[in-house]
Nanobody
């Protein structure tokens, strides 16, 4: 497993932007962001590998951008045009496995999780 430290998040009005960051204290082949809204299951938001391959949930395509700095083992999630439906606790996740088939939003692909950071979007 890889220790993860998240930062960013907060409160913003609809249409605004926020940036989340996550630093991994070790090698991670895949890094991703998940979120969990009150009363809902945790869902994948965006994921990337060290080659820049990415995958996004349909609900955030065109609004969110994930980026991995492989030298710094840091992944960021730039969130634009935020909507109240984006309100959730956002979790950083990483895979310490060296092999993977493709970049995935499946939770089972990740063995390390951050503590979560709250994002609140008001209308």
């Amino acid at each position: 497993q890889v220790p993860l430290v998240e930062s960013g998040g907060g409160s913003v009005q609809a249409g605004g932007s926020l940036r989340l960051s996550c630093v991994a204290s070790g090698y991670a082949s895949l890094m991703a962001w998940f979120r969990q809204a009150p009363g809902k299951e945790r869902e994948g938001v965006a994921a990337t590998d060290r080659r820049g391959n990415t995958v996004y949930a349909d609900s955030v395509k065109g609004r969110f951008t994930i980026d991995l700095d492989a030298l710094e083992d840091t992944v960021t999630l730039e969130m634009n045009s935020l909507e109240p439906e984006d309100t959730a606790v956002y979790y950083c996740a990483a895979s310490s496995q060296t092999w993977y088939l493709f970049v995935s939003l499946g939770q089972d692909e990740y063995d390390s999780w951050g503590q979560g950071t709250q994002v609140t979007v008001s209308s």
